[in-house]
C-alpha cells in the first residue's frame, strides 16, 4: 500500500517556464512534507518542507503548497533551469520519524 | 554543514557472501536510517536507530540486519547476499526525534550482487 504517491513518473518543461510536481498521500496522520532532489549517483539533498499547519512556504524559486482536505502537496520550481533536472521525492512523516517516501519524478529542463 | 559518510561507492558481491555497508555521521545525530532506492518504488526504509544499540525495522527488513554500537556509526549487514539486493543503499542522520528533522543522506553505495 502506497502511501505517497507522485503519479508522474517524468516531467519536461522549457527553461524559464513553471515546473509543477506533484504528490499525494493516504495517512492524514502525516504532519510534515518534505522535498528532496537526487542527481545520479548522488545522495538525495533537501529541498523544502511543510508543516501540517501551513498551507504554503516559500524559499527562493521553490514553493510547496499543502493541500490537507485533498491529501495533496505540489512543489512549484520558478523559473525552473537546466540544473533542476533531476529526480524528485516528497516524503511525509507522522512524528514516527520513519519518513515514508513517493516514487519520485525525473524533471527534465530543457534549454 | 552534516556530512553523512559512506563507505564505499560501489561494490560487486557474489551470491550467498556476507556485506557490510559502512556510514557515519559527524554531526552527533541521534537518528540514522538505511534505505534502499529501486526504479519506480523510490526510497525504502529497511532499519532505523534513533539511538546507540537501538533499532527498529523498517519496511523491507528481510534479509538485512543492522548494528550500532557507536552514535556516529550504523551499519547494514546482508548476511547472505541474494540477486534481489543489488539496489542503491542510501544512509541518512536526522538530528532527534523530538521535532521534525529533515533527512541528510550521505552518497550511496551502489551493490550489485552476481
Known amino acids: 500500500d502506497q502511501q505517497v504517491k507522485q503519479n508522474s513518473p517524468s516531467l519536461s518543461v522549457q527553461e524559464g517556464r513553471i515546473s509543477i510536481l506533484n504528490c499525494d498521500y493516504t495517512?492524514?496522520?502525516?504532519?510534515?512534507f518534505l522535498w528532496y532532489k537526487k542527481y545520479p549517483a548522488e545522495g538525495p539533498t533537501f529541498l523544502i518542507s511543510?508543516?501540517?499547519?501551513?498551507d504554503k512556504n516559500e524559499d527562493g524559486r521553490f514553493t510547496v503548497f499543502l493541500n490537507k482536505s485533498a491529501k495533496h502537496l505540489s512543489l512549484h520550481i520558478v523559473p525552473s533551469q537546466p540544473g533542476d533536472s533531476a529526480v524528485y521525492f516528497c516524503a511525509a512523516d507522522s512524528g514516527t520519524y520513519k519518513y515514508i517516501f513517493g516514487t519520485g519524478t525525473r524533471l527534465k529542463v530543457l534549454a | 554543514d552534516v556530512k553523512v559518510t559512506q563507505s564505499s561507492r560501489y561494490l560487486v558481491k557474489r551470491t550467498g557472501e556476507k556485506v557490510f555497508l559502512e556510514c557515519v555521521q559527524d554531526?552527533?545525530?541521534?537518528?540514522m536510517f538505511w534505505y534502499r532506492q529501486d526504479p519506480g518504488l523510490g526510497l525504502r526504509l529497511i532499519y532505523f536507530?534513533?539511538?546507540?544499540?537501538?533499532?527498529e525495522k523498517g519496511d523491507i527488513p528481510e534479509g538485512y540486519s543492522v548494528s550500532r554500537e557507536k552514535k556516529e556509526r550504523f551499519s547494514l549487514i546482508l548476511e547472505s547476499a541474494s540477486t534481489n539486493q543489488t539496489s542503491m543503499y542510501l544512509c541518512a542522520s536526522s538530528l532527534n526525534s523530538l521535532t521534525n528533522e529533515k533527512l541528510f543522506f550521505g552518497s550511496g553505495t551502489q551493490l550489485s550482487v552476481l
Open positions: 495517512n492524514s496522520m502525516f504532519d510534515y
Open positions: 554531526m552527533d545525530h541521534e537518528n
Open positions: 536507530s534513533y539511538d546507540v544499540k537501538m533499532k
Open positions: 511543510i508543516s501540517s499547519i501551513k
